[in-house]
């Protein structure tokens, strides 16, 4: 379950403060695909990153897979992101200088897996996003599409259980986007990776089991199929 209880996030101090998201209560199936839609500066970001956990709120809390994050120590937080989530950005976030190796070797570094089970797995990462052929590339030969594939590979080389992306294809054609989304609901349907994609595509929106609609960074409506 994910789950958000009086969640709200404002920025700034004093006479300057603008209240990013306002008391938001969710509580969505883990096992979904879920858009978060509304107009530019509605909150869609910040939601995501709060539940992601990599952002505080300022008061509320946010419960994932059983775990209130607004207790967890540091440690425990760095665990959960990088054991339990996926996280795939529109400006792809990928090292330039690194090669797609390396790049889609960081979440494993950062669980410790032993070296010699690294390789595999990195493997089986790109070549799911059929870049296995670009392993030695450094990511900045590589184009924008591949850029957020990579980025795609290395969000899932750790099996999260949720994928938390946002506009996963803002910066690509439409061809492109489709395959990368394309990715990621083949994900969700082979391994029940759970999908929160924020997007300004109605026809990705329409494929989610759920849509919530953020407006001035309150749930304006939420459609589709909420279990209790
Ligand atoms: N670090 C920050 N400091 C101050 N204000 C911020 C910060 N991050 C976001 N905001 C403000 O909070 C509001 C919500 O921003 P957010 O990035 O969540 O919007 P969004 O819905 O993701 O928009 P977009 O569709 O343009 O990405 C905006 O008014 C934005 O200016
Ligand atoms: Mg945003």
Do not use: W
């Amino acid at each position: 379950m994910i789950e958000t209880r009086n969640l709200s996030k404002v920025y700034g101090k004093k006479d300057s403060t603008m209240q990013a998201v306002r008391d938001i209560n969710l509580k969505l199936e883990q096992t979904k695909t879920i858009a978060i839609i509304g107009k530019s500066g509605s909150g869609k970001s910040t939601l995501l990153h709060l539940i992601g956990g990599l952002d505080r709120p300022t008061s509320g809390e946010v419960i994932i897979l059983g775990r209130n994050l607004t207790q967890l120590s540091k440690r425990e937080m760095d665990d959960y992101r990088s054991q339990d989530l996926g996280f795939v950005f529109q400006s792809f976030f990928v090292e330039p200088n690194q090669t797609c190796y390396q790049n889609v070797a960081l979440p494993l570094e950062i669980n410790r897996v032993p070296v010699a089970q690294r390789r595999q797995k990195i493997e089986e990462a790109l070549k799911q996003v059929d870049l296995l052929d670009k392993i030695k590339s450094k990511a900045v030969t590589l184009s924008g599409g591949e850029k957020q594939r990579l980025a795609i590979a290395r969000a899932i080389v750790s099996n999260p259980k949720i994928i938390l992306a946002d506009e996963p294809t803002g910066n690509l054609d439409s061809a492109t986007g489709d395959k990368v989304i394309n990715l990621l609901f083949d994900l969700h349907r082979k391994h029940g990776t759970a999908l929160v994609i924020v997007t300004h595509d109605q026809d990705i929106a329409k494929r989610c089991d759920i849509r919530v609609m953020i407006k001035d960074g309150s749930v304006e409506k939420i459609e589709g199929v909420i279990k209790e």
